[in-house]
């Protein structure tokens, strides 16, 4: 049940309307450095904390690619609640994803190409569990999931553009301590089926 709700707004975030309403959050800048082969948007350490949600057009068609977002789950058989962090892409991009919704974590100067990483397979309305906070009763909240520590990595993902597919990333951090997940570039190759290099 948990995850069909979470499916369902997923859905309602990607569909609702394009990145230039006002729903969104936080709009992405301007920014944007054209290269030979990748178009690269500075998101300037845009943060999504719990509640707030950031939907991203990569190669700026007036597409959400994908989108950042926080969904509160009550959980009262484990007498404690969750905060997930997740991010969620449309039918026309894709999300590296293999078991538990987990996502590979690149670091800087890894390759990107539609040969996916061991153990993961390339989905589209894909659903990255980046990390989940866990508040008890009693005790300190405790962090889980692979990307509870990020720290300028890369979350891969790929979008479709006349048929074709385009390879790119979204660096990323997580910020446990205060709660927030902080995103602070995004990419996207301008070659179709290309492979592309993180951090470019």
């Not at 994908?66 to 999300?95: M, R």
């Not at 990107?112 to 980046?130: D, H, K, N, R």
């Not at 990390?131 to 509870?148: H, Q, T």
């Not at 602070?184 to 470019?200: L, P």
Request: charged share 25%; net charge negative.
């Amino acid at each position: 049940m948990k995850i069909l709700f979470i499916f369902s707004f997923t859905v309602i975030l990607l569909s609702a309307c394009s990145k230039r309403d006002a729903v969104i959050e936080k709009p992405v800048p301007d920014d944007v450095r054209i290269l030979p082969e990748m178009m690269i948007t500075e998101l300037n350490n845009a943060e999504v904390k719990q509640g707030q949600s950031m939907a991203i057009d990569l190669n700026r068609d007036g597409v959400r690619d994908i989108v950042f977002a926080t969904w509160y789950i009550g959980n009262p058989n484990e007498k404690e609640d969750e905060v997930l962090f997740f991010a969620s892409t449309g039918t026309e991009s894709a999300l590296m994803l293999g078991g538990e919704n987990d996502s590979p974590r690149f670091g800087i100067d890894e390759m990107i190409s539609e040969q996916p990483s061991s153990g993961f397979e390339w989905y589209v309305i894909g659903q990255a569990e980046l990390a989940k906070k866990n508040i008890g009763l009693v005790g300190a909240p405790y962090w889980e999931k692979p990307w509870k520590n990020a720290n300028h990595e890369f979350l891969s993902l790929r979008v479709k553009k006349n048929n074709a597919w385009y390879y790119g990333w979204v660096e990323v951090s997580m910020d446990t301590a205060n709660s927030k997940l902080i995103l602070h570039r995004a990419a996207i190759g301008m070659v179709e089926g290309k492979a592309v290099k993180t951090g470019a």
